[in-house]
């Protein structure tokens, strides 16, 4: 072997003669290679619970944002095309309110969901029955406040029976006001009974309320006792059948109710099964009607059918609200609860051979439907009073 041909480099301290090669990266051999190589050292123990590294994550956050996005967008042309759907309905509502009653209105101070108003609900009972063709009374009146606050609302039914003086008309049933002079002489006799200021009107038609009824699936109301009605109204074609009819039957409980048979319990004004009740009892059956159908149109069910239906459930409705002013009081009432609405109502001379005339405890119950002071019940069948969470029976 030559001399210069040393199988080895003799290292002396300093630096080293020749090259020194570099320092490179290191691999190591795959498992299992024949180059005696030590196996690949396995990844770090990150625990039972570790979370993947970013290689092995999927990127869910984009599609999330997206998602959120596109069902925004969705909610958005829904409430749109709903709201499009309600105006068209409530314009025809609008134009069908006589110019003279919404001149006798008071004009709204802000908005409806943060400040009280007052509105008159006048339910007309003209019907498709032949019987009942040549009626226009208000065979409904009704006042309902709001109270966005306390998220609070009130009701006072005014007997259609009681004796007052009607401008131009003389004394006589409040409801006889409508026939005289419709909604407008209505406000004024109602406003110079009560002394309140009413804000809106907003005239039902009982013919058409039952469509309305319908359109929105019915309504669940809880009957407090069983009635059995007089022979009003009969379904049936012939005198015989109507003869042979018993009347109409509710049993007690609560029950979900069609619009005919909506309309009908709202109408009873004698039950055959107690003969205590009057017209006074079928204005507590009408605050339950009006509050089971408020309450309906303010479901997440009906708010879903408003790009379809919007229009036909304002059809029976002709009132100075407009669209935006509906939405409101729908968000309104959506937001009250239930038990502490105060229901409310006035009391006269109304027993048998009553003279009509107004109880003098009535203005201490327009000052309990103001919320001036605690509702306290009514102290006979035909007194006024005011109870809550419940209508009065």
Not at 265 to 283: C, K, W
Not at 310 to 321: A, E, F, I, R
Not at 331 to 356: E, I, N, Y
């Amino acid at each position: 072997m030559a001399r210069d041909d040393k199988p080895y480099r003799i290292y002396r301290g300093g630096r080293t003669k020749g090259k020194v090669p570099s320092a490179g990266r290191r691999t190591s051999p795959a498992r299992g290679s024949d180059d005696g190589g030590a196996p690949a050292a396995p990844p770090p123990y990150r625990g039972p619970n570790a979370v993947p590294t970013r290689k092995g994550r999927r990127r869910v956050g984009p599609w999330i944002v997206l998602g959120l996005v596109v069902l925004i967008a969705l909610m958005v042309a829904w409430g749109v095309f709903g709201y499009l759907s309600v105006s068209h309905g409530v314009k025809k509502a609008n134009a069908r309110l006589d110019p003279d009653a919404k001149a006798l209105l008071t004009k709204q101070s802000g908005l409806l969901v943060s400040h009280p108003t007052t509105i008159l609900l006048l339910g007309t009972d003209n019907s498709d029955l032949a019987s009942r063709a040549g009626d226009d009374h208000s065979d409904s009146i009704m006042l309902l406040r709001t109270d966005p606050e306390h998220h609070r609302l009130y009701f006072l039914s005014i007997p259609r029976d009681l004796e007052v003086p009607i401008p131009g008309g003389g004394t006589q049933k409040i409801n006889a006001a409508y026939q005289l002079g419709g909604a407008a002489l209505s406000i004024r006799t109602i406003k110079q009974f009560t002394g309140l200021e009413i804000d809106h009107v907003m005239e039902v038609n009982f013919g058409a309320f039952k469509d309305l009824i319908d359109a929105i699936g019915g309504i669940t109301v809880n009957v407090p006792k069983p009635i059995r009605s007089n022979r009003f109204d009969c379904p049936y074609k012939t005198q015989a059948q109507c003869l042979r009819w018993p009347g109409w039957r509710f049993e007690k409980g609560t029950q979900h109710m069609n619009g005919q048979r909506a309309l009908v319990y709202s109408r009873i004004r004698e039950n055959m099964l107690d003969p205590a009740e009057t017209d006074i009892t079928r204005g507590a059956r009408q605050q339950a009607v009006i509050d089971a159908v408020t309450g309906k149109l303010t479901s997440i069910g009906s708010l879903f059918r408003l790009p379809f239906r919007g229009s036909s459930y304002v059809k029976p409705l002709t009132t100075d609200l407009t669209a935006a002013q509906l939405v409101q009081l729908g968000w309104v009432k959506f937001r009250a609860s239930g038990g502490s609405a105060v229901h409310c109502r006035l009391g006269g001379d109304l027993g048998g051979g009553g003279t009509g005339s107004p109880s003098e405890d009535n203005p201490a119950t327009l000052a309990m439907f103001l919320g001036r002071s605690a509702p306290q019940p009514p102290t006979d069948p035909f007194g006024p009073g005011c109870v809550v969470g419940h209508t009065l029976q």
